[in-house]
């Protein structure tokens, strides 16, 4: 999930400064990691998860990723039958400060989307694991599930992502 | 994969838009030091959960606990405390200030009564908007201007040339910056209420537009009832030692139902309230005739000319401008900045240049350019996002009533 026009319109006229640094008080302590992972998902460094199954995987963004975006106001998703490649972006996320790309974190075929996400968005947040998840496919590759992290590194990553900034 | 995390992603996007805009001459110098400033307030937003974020040079609060859509939401039903102190406000002086004054901007400045103050827009040769500004007059001898934050340096250089050759020709004109102050922007139904317990001048006698000087919980304070979400309120310029004082005094006499409130909310609010955001909706190539600001350019002003790009201006306004801004509602994902509008025939008649989806309308609105014709209310259009079209319709401004607090006669 790769955040796009983070503050919306605001971003623009920004005119942020060179520096492209965020001020200390961004680090540690008030900012400690503390969203949920979930134990036998494979996680993306992009925020996706991926709920490996062998005939069909689930996919969504995490909650980490939620938290982030904010209040989610609409979702796109692909049809039925399209294909998604790992890496690539399949969807999008429209929170009220951004609009991300939703990166897939394998291939395969698309064989169902979550059409409750039309009317309500905002299962995103309440359960961005269960109730909100955003399609499943038929894996074309298992093996790119190998290139994925366990809960404990995507754990850490995201520890590591916070504190870095 | 690697190193797309979110945050990182987010900066790489800062930096590209720094980039853009640094090709300007309008580097600040905090920029080239490569530290961001902080305002009186930064320790307070930290301490109320603040997430600073790089702002026009400064680390500005995005958003505290709250939600975007909450804060939103808040001002309109409680009220809202913007730390707006990035802003540049700055006092012009002298017996010869509006007559100066008046050779850049489109005011009517003379005719402005003592204690008001107006929305207005500095131009140039072009007829393109430098700044949006608001300016008050305080008297005959003393303008009172808050400029943008993004616009700063710019908007200094070219008032600070101008005022060099206007003083070359023997004109009595000086300029004060207010860097020993903070701005504070109370906003909301409760601003007045509450910000009447803080002083024992009465409010009930200061209207929209209206500028004053006066206590405030112990400190003088410059006070002129405006604002940027279409709210009653006011924005407060405290000197910047007694700044934390009164937002802690705010929050308090309102028992914490006014919410500090960042620039995310601040965003979504002024869209709502169909202001405009000078970078997105107001640039150095767009006229204020065609940005609607008509309205703006006082009467004395049509006739006599006599700001720069005049001519252009007022062709424009004699002959209608080729494009105007215009309100859009529509369906599917959010249009933003960029997006393209398309008429009925899937031409390209358009851009959108803010938008997003609406916390108290729960609905997608946003502002744009459009060829005169399809400006009216109630035209269709079609918005292109990530390369589909989704349905829209040129809607009037502002998107959520103004309440501004005027004479009922």
Known sequence: ?165 | MKGSGIWQFRQTLLRRISQQSAKGSNRSFATEAGALKKTALYDFHVAHGGKMVPFAGWSMPIQYKDSIMESSVNCRTNGSLFDVSHMCGLSLKGKDCIPFLETLVIADLAALKNGTGTLTVFTNEKGGAIDDSVIAKVNDKHLYIVVNAGCRDKDLEHIGKHMELFKGKGGDVDWHIHDERSLLALQGPLAAPVLQFLTKDDLGKLYFGEFTTLDINGAECFLTRTGYTGEDGFEISVPSEHAVDLAKAIIEKSQGKIRLTGLGARDSLRLEAGLCLYGNDMEQHVTPVEAGLNWAIGKRRRAEGGFLGADVILKQLAEGPAVKRVGLVSTGPPPRSHSEILGSTGEKIGEVTSGGFSPFLKKNIAMGYVKTGNHKSGTNVKLLVRGKTHDGVVTKMPFVPAKYYKPTS
């Open chain 1, 1 to 165: 999930m790769a955040l796009r026009l983070w503050a919306s319109s605001t971003a623009n006229a920004l005119r942020i400064s060179t520096s492209g640094r965020l001020p200390s008080s961004f680090t540690p302590l008030s900012r400690l990691f503390s969203s949920s992972v979930v134990d036998g998902l494979k996680y993306a460094s992009s925020h996706e998860w991926v709920k490996p199954d062998a005939a069909v995987a689930t996919i969504g963004i995490t909650d980490h990723a939620q938290d982030h975006l904010g209040e989610v106001v609409f979702v796109e998703l692909p049809e039925c039958g399209s294909s998604v490649s790992q890496g690539e972006s399949f969807g999008a996320v429209e929170s009220v400060k951004a609009t991300s790309d939703i990166n897939s974190p394998i291939s395969g075929e698309v064989v169902e989307i979550n059409t409750k996400l039309t009317e309500t968005p905002g299962l995103i947040n309440s359960s961005s694991y269960e109730d909100g998840w955003m399609i499943k496919v038929k894996p074309s590759t298992p093996s790119e599930l190998e290139s994925l992290m366990s809960s404990s590194e995507y754990t850490k990553f995201c520890e590591e992502e916070d504190a870095s900034h």
